[in-house]
Structure formats: structure tokens, C-alpha cells
């Protein structure tokens, strides 16, 4: 509630004359928020908190079945003239009290009326929870006597002992997760194949039961009482839960955020056990088991509870940090308060926000929650869509209700209804409806630049792998690497003792043989036949020696740069035939090889890109000019280069036997691209092209984008 409202209303005769009081079961505590006093309303019923500033309660308190409304807020007018809230403030106060029934009216139907709020208050979370169908929640049971009574056995964990216990547990556990990273690795690769499903949805289950028992524990250790616990549908996975609203009453806030904090306390500790465990197992079934309570603890607790975008643990925990009660809601307030008044020209709109940096909280939160719900729900609905369709499309079919038309409704209805727009409901409407046309000239009429990018490879159209033809010891380095050569030109020296050797025998059987021959041309009745055969085998095994010999000068076979990177750390090594020792790269022709998905084919055939351009992976800045593209018919599924594959960092999905081979086939397109200084450098560097299409507006292009998804993933 905010003081700062008009201190007279014209709906201020509906209230005025009424005789209400705080029911007799609400119950109150103070709390302190940024050095701030609050005072807190419980109502144990519906196990519902309200929170009012000191000057409010002062109002609420006051009120009684023998004073009217008008009576009490005059008295509080002159006793606190300065502080009392204005009438506008009051009525707002008063009807929010009445819809959490706070409050006691003196009359016969008060009761039935409190059931008619109540039962109308349950339809709506009734309602709320079927169109929320990815976290329906299921009430089952009371567990507040099972805690009290089992509080004893365990309540000591939460204490500085249990602290201890779990930092050194966890501390070891990471020391044991770090020496085996690639092994962890590694069998994550399979941690969704349907082989491990079963044994993931148990730890799942095992972990979220030990979770909610965790909050529950930690909430009635310091006074609080949990009377709900049952099942919540997570993406139609049934895992437990439990509702620990009752540690809102706490007044340190350090309590609350320890509540909050306890669940992924317990899942952090489990993960540390199951480290553990999986270390000292071999392969079998409580290895692996060992492994999904590790894998669920660990991500679920990092990209879902820890998270505050959300509303799980993360939000109520960054919430009492900042001090900022009902801080999705007041976010919401603000953004709303923004808009009505920069937009529509309220001028009697107040913040909700206190202050500049409370202000900065909640724009900030509400528009990254906004945006990272949609992403998530999103990403959800994908998922659930990848297993049952069917189940998907009504999924997605509810999320447009309630994230499209059901808010666009009610936007209408605020806009033609709301009394806060009574005065500016005209500039409202227009406002209205010229914003809507321009996002409709904006997505569907005006002709937006467009472009189409596509992972590749840069490749010098004539290349050439400089390998050792024989081995030998670099003993010379010739030709300086980055230095451009001319064809026959040298590039190394090797020497081979070995070769040495083996060239002076093979000499010498040579002249022995020429020798013997000659002898045997004296004799009239020699047999020569054996002695040429020898000489003729000596002879080309003393060719090959010599080419041999020829070979450990090592040449460029054509004119280019000469690229070796490194290559002055093999003088003075030994290496093998066959070892690559570097490339001729010739810089007169270059060719960027892309990979164009099929689903994405349509923007080379159907609308004939008008230009492109070649960027590479650390030469972001320098532009390079292509021309002359073509596409090679027919899918290939053998990346030009295995840098484009998921293994090493690129956008393309592979296969898991092979990391050069692509999941799905695709266009290759070759790319003619224009010479530059220092290019010669970055051949089989990866890096993207940019073909230029004619410019179309963008609700086409996403229409047609959603069919692509539908048709690649789902063959519709």
C-alpha cells in the first residue's frame, strides 16, 4: 500500500459507513524489511500473510464493530496527520484485506459470504492450476504431527554441527568430482537413453522427497508449522511437495532464507553421498544409480530450485536478501506503473518501489523473469512435444490461452473498465491502438533487411599437406614458415644414418655383381641368367635408396605460402614417414565449404540471395567478399571439417560414432572468396557466412520458421 494516494476519493460514501474489524483468529508480528518496521497478519484458516506498514495497521487496528470506517480514518487523521493513509489508499487496503478475509463484518450474512470469498478463492487456484498443466499440484496429507514428533531425531542437523557436516562432505565430494571430470563426463552422455530412464525418475523422486523434508524440517525447528504436503506434476512427472508459507512469519530473515535454502542443502549433500558411492563401485547398478542421484541433485538444484527467475527456492531466498516482499508481484506493479504513467498519462499512478534501487530490483526482475519463462515454457513444451505430441499440442494449445488471450482480455477489460483510466481513458484507447498498428505494420507489412547465416570452413582451392615421405632427423630448417615458396623450392632437410648405410651396401653389392657378371662372360659354358636377375633386382633397389635419399630434402610441390606452424620444434627429432609437417597453401583462390541445413535450403533456391559475406572465428572485424556460390546436389552427411561438429565446439549436430559425420543431412555450399593479405593464415580456420536476402517483413519469416520446427522435428 502506498501513502502517497489522493487523500480524498469519490468511491469513498461505499465504505465510509461500515462497521468492520479484524477477525478474532488473525494474528500479528512485527518483521523488520531494509531497517523498515512491518507488521504481519496471519491467518491461520488459510495459512495466508498480509503484510501493512506500521501507519496502515494503525487504520486496521483501530477498526471496530462500533466505529465506522469513516470514524476510525478521522481519528487516525488527526492523531497522525502527517502518516495516515489518504482515502484512495484505504479503500485499496480494505478490499485486499476483504479478498484474503482478513476482516469481520457485523452482520448475519458475514459467514456465508466468507465461504463465497473462500470457495470463489479456490476455484480461481482451482482454475489457475489447469492452465498451469506442466506444476499441478496435488494436496495429499498433514505432516505437522509426524514432524513435531520426529523433530528430536533430526532437528539437530540444523545447527552448526550439521553445518560442518555438510560443508566438509561437499567440499570432498567436489575434490572427487573434479579428479574425475572426463569420467563424469562421459557417462553423462547417456544419462537420457531410455535404458537409464528408470533408474533417473527414481533418484528424481528419491531426491525431491529428501528435498521437501529438508524444508520442512528446518521450517518447524524454528517454530513454523507445515500442514500440506502432496504431489506436484512436473512436466507430468509426479514428484512431492510441501508448502512451508507459515516461515514468512518468521522475523529473521536470516531464518527464512536458511528454510529456503534447505532443500538444496539436502540435494547437495545427497549429490556428495552418491559421489561417494559412485567413486568406489565399479560398473552395475548402484553405480549408475550413484550417478542420476548426482546428476538430478546437482542440475536440479543449479538450473531449477537455485534459480530466482522462477518462482522455487532461488525467488524466496533473493527475495529476503533484498528485502523486497512479494517481489514478482511488486514487479509487476511497477512495470504496470511505468506504463500507466509514461504511457497513458496517469498522473495520480504512485510506484510501488521505494526508492531508486528498489525501483532497479523490480524493473530488472520482472522483465528477466518475463523473458525467462517464455524461454523455459518454451523449451518445456519442445520436450514434451519430442515424447507425446499429442500431449504437447494441447499443452502448447493452454499456454496460448493463458500467455495470449486470456491476458489480451484482460488488458481490454482494464482498458475499458479500470476507474484508475477514467480520466485519460481516451489517450488510453488511442495510445492503444496505434501501438498495435505499428507492431502490425512492424511485423507483418514493413520489409525488414534479411540475412541468412551458415556455419563453415575457409579452404585454399589449391592445397597441398607437406607429410615426410621417409623418415629421417629434421636437420635443417630451409624455407622460414609463413615465408611464400616457389614450386621444387626447399622446405626441410632430414638426414637418415640408416639410408646412409643402406645406399653405400646396396652400391657395393652393385659392383660385386657388375664384377661377377664380367667373370662369368669368360666362361663358355656360364649360367648368366641368375647373375642379371641379381643385378636387375640391385639395380632398383638402388633407385628406390637414391629416390629415397632425394626425398629427405623435402620440396613444395607448387607455389604458396608455406604454413607450418610449430614446425621448429621437430629439428633435431626423428620422425616417421608419412608425419605432416605443414601446408602449401596457395593464395590466389580461396573457397568458404558452408553446411546449410535442409529446412534452411529454401533461403539459397527459393529467394536467391543477393550477396555474401565470410567472417572467420577470431577476425570478426574483416569482411570477406563472396562470390560465385554453388550449391553441390544432394544431402551429404560428412562435414567438411570436423571443427563444425558439436565435439569441437560448433553448432552441428554428429553422429556419436563418428564427430565428422553430421545427426541429419545437409546442403554443402561452396563459396568462392576474394584473396586478402594474411588469409593464406587462416586456411581450415571455421567462421560463418552471410548471404543477403531480399528484405521481408518478420511475421512471415517466424510463420515460416514454426513450420520448419514442425516439419523437421515432428513431420507434420
Not at 552395475?284 to 537455485?306: I, P, Q
Not at 550477396?611 to 544432394?634: E, I, M, S, T
Amino acid at each position: 500500500m502506498t501513502e502517497s494516494l489522493p487523500t480524498f476519493s469519490e468511491s469513498w460514501y461505499r465504505i465510509a459507513g461500515q462497521r468492520i474489524c479484524l477477525r478474532p483468529g488473525v494474528k500479528t508480528r512485527r518483521e523488520n524489511f531494509r531497517g523498515e518496521r512491518w507488521i504481519v497478519l496471519e491467518n491461520p484458516f488459510s495459512n495466508q500473510y498480509f503484510r501493512l506498514r506500521p501507519a496502515a495497521y494503525e487504520l486496521v487496528a483501530r477498526l471496530r464493530p462500533d466505529r465506522t470506517v469513516e470514524q476510525v480514518w478521522q481519528q487516525c487523521l488527526d492523531r497522525f496527520p502527517d502518516q495516515a493513509p489518504g482515502q484512495e489508499a484505504v479503500i485499496q487496503l480494505l478490499s485486499q484485506l476483504y479478498h484474503a478475509n482478513l476482516l469481520q463484518y457485523d452482520l448475519a450474512a458475514d459467514t456465508t459470504r466468507l465461504f463465497e470469498r473462500y470457495q470463489k478463492r479456490r476455484a480461481r487456484e482451482i482454475s489457475a492450476r489447469l492452465l498451469n498443466l506442466m506444476f499441478i499440484r496435488i494436496p495429499l496429507l498433514d505432516p505437522d504431527s509426524f514432524l513435531r514428533r520426529s523433530l528430536p531425531a533430526v532437528g539437530w542437523l540444523v545447527s552448526w554441527i550439521g553445518m560442518a557436516l555438510w560443508v566438509g562432505a561437499v567440499g570432498w565430494a567436489l575434490k572427487i568430482v573434479a579428479d574425475n571430470a572426463p569420467s563424469l563426463f562421459a557417462q553423462g552422455q547417456g544419462v537420457l537413453a531410455p535404458d537409464n530412464l528408470i533408474l533417473l525418475y527414481v533418484s528424481l523422486v528419491l531426491i525431491k522427497t529428501c528435498h521437501e523434508f529438508g524444508h520442512a524440517y528446518c521450517c518447524r525447528k524454528f517454530g513454523g508449522e507445515v500442514h500440506v504436503m502432496g504431489v506436484q506434476f512436473m512436466i507430468f512427472a509426479p514428484v512431492p511437495y510441501m508448502d512451508a508459507t507459515s516461515a514468512w512469519g518468521f522475523r529473521s530473515r536470516w531464518r527464512r532464507v536458511l528454510v529456503g535454502s534447505a532443500g538444496m542443502m539436502v540435494e547437495l549433500f545427497l549429490a556428495a553421498v552418491a559421489a561417494f558411492v559412485w567413486s568406489t563401485t565399479g560398473p552395475g547398478a548402484l553405480h549408475s544409480l550413484a550417478y542420476n542421484v548426482m546428476f538430478v541433485a546437482s542440475v536440479s538444484t543449479l538450473v531449477v530450485n537455485g534459480n530466482p527467475l522462477l518462482r522455487f527456492d532461488g525467488y524466496y531466498i533473493l527475495s529476503d536478501l533484498v528485502e523486497i516482499p512479494n517481489l514478482a508481484q511488486r514487479a509487476n506493479q511497477q512495470l504496470r506503473f511505468l506504463w500507466e504513467r509514461h504511457v497513458f498519462g496517469v498522473q495520480q499512478a504512485e510506484p510501488p518501489a521505494r526508492g531508486r534501487r528498489e525501483a532497479f530490483w523490480l524493473v530488472a526482475y520482472g522483465v528477466a523473469s518475463g523473458i525467462y519463462r517464455v524461454i523455459v515454457f518454451g523449451g518445456v513444451l519442445l520436450l514434451v512435444a519430442d515424447r507425446f505430441l499429442i500431449i504437447g499440442l494441447l499443452m502448447a494449445a493452454v499456454c496460448g490461452i493463458s500467455w495470449i488471450a486470456a491476458p489480451t482480455g484482460k488488458f481490454l477489460h482494464y482498458l475499458i473498465t479500470s476507474p484508475r483510466l477514467a480520466r485519460v481513458r481516451l489517450r488510453a484507447a488511442a495510445v492503444t491502438s496505434a501501438l498495435a498498428a505499428v507492431v502490425l505494420l512492424a511485423l507483418a507489412v514493413i520489409p525488414f533487411p534479411h540475412h541468412y547465416r551458415a556455419p563453415g570452413v575457409l579452404k585454399a582451392k589449391e592445397r597441398t599437406i607437406v607429410v615426410a615421405d621417409v623418415s629421417g632427423q629434421v636437420a635443417k630448417l630451409v624455407a622460414k614458415p609463413g615465408s611464400t615458396v616457389s614450386a621444387g623450392q626447399p622446405l626441410l632437410e632430414l638426414e637418415n644414418r640408416e639410408l646412409e648405410l643402406s645406399l653405400a651396401d646396396a652400391q657395393a653389392r652393385l659392383t660385386e655383381t657388375e664384377a661377377r657378371l664380367r667373370q662369368a662372360l669368360g666362361r663358355a659354358n656360364a649360367d648368366l641368367k641368375p647373375l642379371r636377375s641379381r643385378l636387375k633386382s640391385i639395380e632398383d633397389r638402388l633407385g628406390k635408396l637414391r629416390r629415397d635419399q632425394e626425398a629427405l630434402v623435402i620440396k613444395a610441390r607448387h607455389p604458396g605460402v608455406w604454413v607450418a606452424p610449430g614446425v621448429e620444434q621437430f629439428k633435431g627429432r626423428l620422425i616417421e614417414r608419412g608425419t605432416p609437417l605443414g601446408l602449401i597453401v596457395n593464395p590466389i583462390a580461396f573457397e568458404f565449404v558452408a553446411v546449410v541445413e535442409q529446412a534452411d535450403a529454401d533461403a539459397l533456391f527459393a529467394r536467391k540471395p543477393s550477396g555474401a559475406q565470410v567472417r572467420l572465428k577470431g577476425q570478426a572485424d574483416c569482411a570477406l567478399r563472396a562470390d560465385h556460390w554453388r550449391v553441390v546436389p544432394g544431402g551429404n552427411q560428412t562435414l567438411p571439417s570436423a571443427a563444425l561438429g558439436w565435439a569441437a565446439g560448433g553448432e552441428v549436430a554428429i553422429t556419436r560414432q563418428d564427430p565428422t559425420r553430421a545427426a541429419t543431412p545437409f546442403f554443402e555450399v561452396q563459396a568462392d572468396v576474394a584473396a586478402a593479405p594474411g588469409v593464406a593464415e587462416f586456411h581450415g580456420r571455421s567462421g560463418k557466412i552471410r548471404f543477403d536476402l531480399a528484405p521481408e517483413p518478420l511475421f512471415p519469416r517466424w510463420l515460416r520458421r514454426l513450420w520448419q520446427l514442425l516439419q523437421t522435428r515432428y513431420q507434420v
